[in-house]
């Protein structure tokens, strides 16, 4: 610091009030030392999707610093599925992210099918491409509404209950259940589509359409949301990259990378012209408009579908009793959440050796410690619902 | 989709040029995976060379495995399987196989990272010999690993050198143990007797005992 | 900064559902019938019925269930009991050797604990229980739960007949036995 | 508050005052219950396609009085490490600056509860008590969200405390009187370039003054936009959260009650108060229709409230203090500047 003051070219009057401000700003900081608070988000919160709890050292209203604190909605799912057969763990995992749960069975069935050497028929691999791409949209469809409700606007989270009641009953009516269809066998799907089901569908996916757009303009339109969400929790690629963010979260930092596209296993997405959504920015404001264009994506990706169901059986040749040949496999598919795989090891025995279940939202709440630094109390409410985790994908 | 076992099998050979002996043992299924397993005192080298040198910029997760089967049996019809403590109990074997790219010890980390742009991800694999569960951590290359690293600590007791802080993640901080090892029992079954045992009493005056559905 | 033109179409979106809801049918017949507009099931006077495949109650046909096990065993929350003993049938052709057949004395079902994954009815391989779209049968006392054989049968009648299928599926429509 | 006046004349002074004070809950209570009922149960549902409370009473109306019913019989709970007697009077202090408002208020020509020269200054100096009662409430609870929300309300209010007089100084300056009766027959007499027909309502001329009148009334009731003190997703319910029973419903009854006189307040200065531009304004009959014609205009500018309440997300408070400063402060300012400079060219 000496140095450049005594600099010749810096007149006598700069140097002293060069000088003055230093003593001015040292008196300052003594004062103005304000001691922290630590402010306890959750667990039990409404702006915590489930029972999350969040340590916020606050400075003011700044946080200087967060620490999440997770396990309350820990299962222990990779123990349980040691001592279940296949088919009981199907029923285990689609309780992990239980807003879009037909999403959770596919990546473990095709890891099974997998290790098996087993292809599901082309029928059972559309309506397997088709439930999927519904659970995708009752979750995403959640999360428009409710990314309105955390920034402040009451009405969006009605109108995606009253949207999204028509998809979850398509679902029950196809599979049995509307939040845990259990669906997916291993070799393909158990039973066939109800009569009267694609003509409805494609009604419901009309319907869809019409309430993104009503999201568009009630929300992402909306002068003060995006003045609350613009600029707000920018995550840079390569730092999402490296924390491992997956789904919206990495495509709205830029990042052009879509399992269904780029590495597909046991879906027929490519059957269908579709486009990868991304969004320069990386802000909250981009993660919100990612996931609304693929919402309706994923409504044109069903009405392609539903156009040309190939006719045919929906069960491959597969034994009664399954027992999975020994090895190892890890497929990862593209859930609403972000990408999800399971790590099956099996030795040949009815029940899976070691399942490591990696689901999305784990490493997306984990650049939380890195991204909340500095940001202001209302800003960790809207970074959290723009990351959009579901507790029981974080704790499994 | 390129020729990938040709892209996997390059890799693997531009593995073992960098990592010279720390690459023990690799295994390519073409067109849908490689593993490798490298040396404890590679480990993080291989991950530097991997995210940096080959592009794997996306880090996927980390655990651990327990090779040791499990001496509880699977609970399933416990019939067969039979508690630990009795004498039956030695009838499971616990003979140790290890699984893809091999290892020697009951202990295993393994890792998985992608390469985003031409669609590849690899598993690397690393032994932790029962007596020094410890490893060096992934946090300075990948800053995700970090909650991995704490997982994998908490559930199987690995120890990751110089991580940041590590501390319990999901379970109560008072918590002794580590559950997803093999040999913790998995309460739950068993408080509860198992109600698949077939109990079809006999017909009265009937002694021949080969009928009743076998359990199997 | 284009702060109205995003808020008043807001209203817009808010104002517009206002008024469909309130007159359902459009500006034709101005009449304010807000209970047939808005999406609300007041439900203990209006009841919405439940798809057809919907997994509401497990029902049993005594008649099949021959005490085989399958279902317990495979029930992944262990919440099926069964006991049965074994007796002599009438023979199927006249004169021949009595039949030993195994007979159910107790078949429960604990649906406190029962999650509804549908693995029970998969798996019995003699069709003895069947889904039934029911779903009012909470009790006040947890215990209650537990449905024994009886019950779990007079859940037959409230079996739908299986849905025939959409065009292209090769599935044969499965038939429910005549209680 | 109907009597006419020589009925008043008679009566001696504590009857009158028995009377007016009777009026003075009526006109809150009455005012309040019709918003909830008709605002928060009704209009909300059906912008969400929803039906509202319909079990309690026909169509639900007497949903309100079971939610009174409710409040009263639940546990009054002070937190332990709370200053008890702070805590416990900050309702109160709210609910009063709301009473001490509507007084200002008249209902018809001989239907006011006071009729002095201050009128409306009376009314922007009594609004600012209820700053103090929030942050009472505030800092009583002695929980770190309620002090949040507490320190947010005190900012915002005092922020909005400004736009808002003067927004009314345009309306004073035109109307050329600061008493209530005055301004609503200055509007009614009033004409708009000769023409009488309607009188001349200030909303015409006034519009930008209404405009502020507005937003500034919206921060001041801490309503969506700017419902930072209550942010239900961050701060729980702000102040508010370690209330419950009997408190709890003072300061619900408190928020719609001042929502109500100030959208009465906001009637009288700009849609021309309780006068309708067919009737002549002194006419007896208008002591009887005055109040209904309040009724009718409070009701829709409270829809236009609730409206913009149930639609819009939130502020962050720093934008929040950006909107009252850099813009609203600036605009009234120049509103002055013109109606000033034109009451002074014709």
């Given at each position: ?31 103005l ?46 123990k349980l ?12 995992i689609?309780?992990i ?20 050497e087993?292809e ?43 949207d999204?009641?028509?998809?979850l ?12 269809p259990?669906f ?18 494609r009604?419901?996916m ?13 929300v ?15 995550i ?67 009405d ?11 069960m ?14 890890y ?15 099996s ?14 939202s ?26 959009y ?8 | ?30 067109d849908?995976d ?7 005192e ?20 980390l ?11 699977r ?10 403590g ?72 690995f ?9 319990a ?13 093999k ?30 559905a076998?359990?199997? | ?19 469909r809801t ?8 101005p009449?304010?019938n ?48 069964i ?6 049938a ?8 009595p ?9 429960d ?21 069947f ?6 049968f909470?009790?006040p ?17 409230t ?15 499965k ?5 | ?51 509202g ?43 009063m ?7 200002v208020v ?17 009314a922007?100096?009594v609004?600012?008590?209820s ?25 915002q ?16 300056i ?50 969506a936009?700017?419902?930072?003190p ?44 309780w ?36 639609t ?29 400079i ?5």
């Amino acid at each position: 610091m000496e140095r450049a003051v005594s600099d010749a070219a810096l007149s006598n009057r700069e140097q002293l009030s060069y000088i003055a401000a230093q003593a001015a700003d040292a008196r300052v900081n003594v004062e103005l030392e304000t001691e922290g608070m630590t402010l306890n988000i959750g667990p039990q919160h409404p702006a915590t999707h489930g029972t999350l709890r969040i340590i916020a050292k606050l400075d003011g209203e700044q946080v200087v610093a967060v620490d999440p604190v997770m396990g309350y909605m820990h299962r222990g799912y990779e123990k349980l599925a040691e001592v279940r057969t296949y088919p009981q763990v199907t029923t285990l995992i689609n309780r992990i992210d239980w807003v879009g749960s037909f999403a959770n069975e596919v990546p473990f069935i095709l890891t099974a099918e997998r290790l098996m050497e087993v292809e599901a028929p082309p029928r059972a691999q559309w309506i397997r491409t088709i439930l999927f791409e519904m659970s995708r949209i009752a979750n995403i469809t959640l999360f428009l509404g409710d990314m309105g409700l955390q920034v402040g606007a009451v009405t969006p989270a009605f109108f995606a209950f009253r949207d999204r009641e028509h998809v979850l009953n398509l679902i029950e009516s196809a599979t049995g259940g509307r939040f845990h269809p259990n669906f997916d066998r291993i070799g393909g799907i158990k039973d066939d589509l109800p009569a009267g089901w694609i003509t409805e569908t494609r009604r419901v996916m009309k319907k869809m359409r019409k309430y993104c757009d009503e999201i568009e303009i009630l929300v992402e339109g909306n002068e003060i949301f995006q003045a609350r969400t613009r600029g707000i929790g920018v995550i840079p690629a390569n730092i999402g990259l490296s924390y491992g963010l997956s789904g919206a979260n990495i495509r709205g930092s830029g990042v052009d990378w879509d399992v269904r596209r780029d590495n597909p296993c046991g879906m027929v997405h490519n059957e269908t012209d579709w486009k990868v959504w991304t969004h320069p920015d990386g802000d909250s404001f981009a993660r919100f408009w990612v996931r609304l264009q693929e919402t309706r994506e994923s409504t044109r990706i069903i009405d392609q579908l539903l156009d040309n169901i190939p006719s045919g059986p929906i069960m491959a040749k597969v034994p009664r009793i399954i027992k999975v040949p020994a090895g190892e496999a890890y497929v990862e598919t593209e859930n609403p959440l972000g990408v999800m795989g399971y790590y099956v090891i099996s030795k040949g025995e009815l029940v899976p050796y070691r399942v490591k279940i990696r689901s999305a939202s784990f490493n997306n709440i984990s650049i939380t410690p890195w991204l909340l630094k500095g940001v202001y109390v209302p800003d960790i409410i809207t970074i959290l619902a723009s990351l959009y985790f579901i507790l029981g994908d974080i704790d499994r | 989709m390129p020729d990938t076992d040709l892209a996997r099998n390059e890799l693997v050979a531009r593995f073992a040029a960098h990592l010279g002996d720390g690459l023990l043992e690799s295994h390519v299924e073409p067109d849908v995976d490689v593993w490798l397993r490298v040396s404890r005192e590679s480990w993080r080298e291989a991950a530097e060379f991997a995210k940096n040198g080959l592009g794997f910029a996306y880090f996927s997760f980390l655990s651990g495995i327990d090779w040791m089967p499990s001496p509880f049996g699977r609970e399933m019809d416990s019939q067969i399987d039979i508690a630990l403590g009795n004498d039956e109990a030695s009838k499971i074997d616990q003979t140790i196989v290890q699984g893809i790219a091999g290892g020697e010890t009951r202990f295993q980390a393994f890792a998985r990272v992608n390469d985003i742009v031409n669609g590849l991800g690899i598993t690397l694999k690393v032994d932790l010999p029962d007596d020094d569960l410890s490893v060096d951590s992934w946090v300075p290359v990948y800053p995700g690993a970090n909650w991995h690293e704490r997982e994998a600590w908490e559930m199987y007791g690995f120890s990751f050198n110089d991580h940041p802080g590590l501390r319990a993640l999901y379970l109560p901080s008072d918590f002794e143990g580590h559950p997803l090892r093999k040999d913790y029992p998995l309460l739950a079954r068993r408080m509860k007797p198992w109600p698949g045992i077939v109990d079809v009493e006999q017909m009265p005056g009937e002694d021949d005992n080969e009928d009743g559905a076998s359990s199997e | 900064m284009g702060l109205v033109p995003g808020l008043i179409k807001g209203l817009g979106v808010t104002g517009g559902t206002m008024l469909r809801t309130i007159f359902p049918d459009g500006w034709k017949k101005p009449i304010p019938n807000p209970v047939k507009g808005a999406e609300t099931v007041q439900y203990p006077h209006e009841k919405e019925a439940p798809p057809a495949r919907a997994r509401g109650v497990i029902a049993l046909h005594e008649e099949n269930c021959t005490a085989c096990m399958l279902c317990a065993r495979e029930c992944p929350d262990w919440c099926i009991y069964i006991e049965g003993h074994k007796e002599k049938a009438p023979p199927r052709r006249a004169g021949g050797k009595p039949r030993k057949v195994n007979a159910i004395d107790r078949f429960d079902i604990d649906f406190a604990l029962c999650m509804f994954c549908g693995i029970c009815v998969d798996v019995c391989p003699f069709d003895a229980l069947f889904w039934s779209p029911e779903y009012e049968f909470s009790e006040p006392r947890i215990a209650d739960l537990l449905h024994d054989k009886s019950r779990l049968s007079e859940w037959m009648e409230t079996v739908p007949e299986f849905e025939p299928y959409e065009a292209g599926s090769e599935a044969k429509v499965k038939k429910v036995p005549a209680t | 508050m109907s009597a006419s006046l020589n009925i008043l004349g008679e009566l001696s002074y504590w009857q009158q005052t028995g009377i007016r004070v009777g009026a003075g809950l009526a006109a809150v209570l009455l005012i309040a219950g019709t918003l909830v009922y008709l605002h928060l149960f009704k209009l909300v549902s059906f912008m969400q396609s929803r039906l509202g409370p319909m079990e309690a009473g026909p169509f639900g109306s007497l949903q309100l009085l079971a939610e009174v019913g409710k409040f009263l019989q639940k546990e009054d709970i002070f937190p332990r490490k709370a200053d008890r007697f702070v805590f416990a009077a900050a309702p109160f202090v709210v609910l009063m600056s709301t009473f001490l408002l509507v007084v200002v208020v008249p209902g018809g020509p001989d239907a006011w509860f006071i009729d002095t020269e201050l009128g409306i200054y009376l009314a922007m100096a009594v609004s600012s008590v209820s700053v103090i009662g929030i942050l009472m409430a505030g800092w009583g609870s002695a929980s770190k969200y309620s002090m949040l929300g507490g320190l947010r309300a005190t900012g915002q209010l005092i922020a909005y405390e400004l736009p808002l007089i003067l927004a009314v100084i345009g309306v004073v300056i035109q109307a050329g009187t600061m008493n209530m009766q005055g301004i609503v027959f200055a509007q009614a007499e009033g004409s708009i370039f000769g023409w009488g027909g309607i009188g001349n309502p200030y909303i015409l001329t006034q519009g930008v003054a209404f405009l502020i009148f507005m937003v500034a009334m919206q921060a001041e009731l801490t309503q969506a936009p700017f419902d930072m003190p209550i942010a239900e997703s961050e701060l729980v319910s702000g102040y508010m959260t370690e209330y419950s029973g009997m408190r709890f419903l003072l300061f619900f009854i408190g928020e719609f009650a001042t929502a109500g006189v100030f959208s009465a307040i906001a009637a009288v200065l700009f849609l021309g108060g309780w006068s309708v531009p067919g009737i002549d304004p002194n006419d007896n009959i208008m002591n009887v229709l005055g109040p209904v014609v309040m009724l009718v205009k409070i009701v829709g500018l409270t829809f236009v409230v609730f409206w913009a309440r149930f639609t819009f997300p939130r502020f962050r408070e720093d934008q929040l203090q950006r909107l009252a400063w850099k813009v609203l402060i600036p605009l009234a300012l120049a509103n002055i500047v013109v109606t000033g400079i034109l009451k002074v060219a014709f």
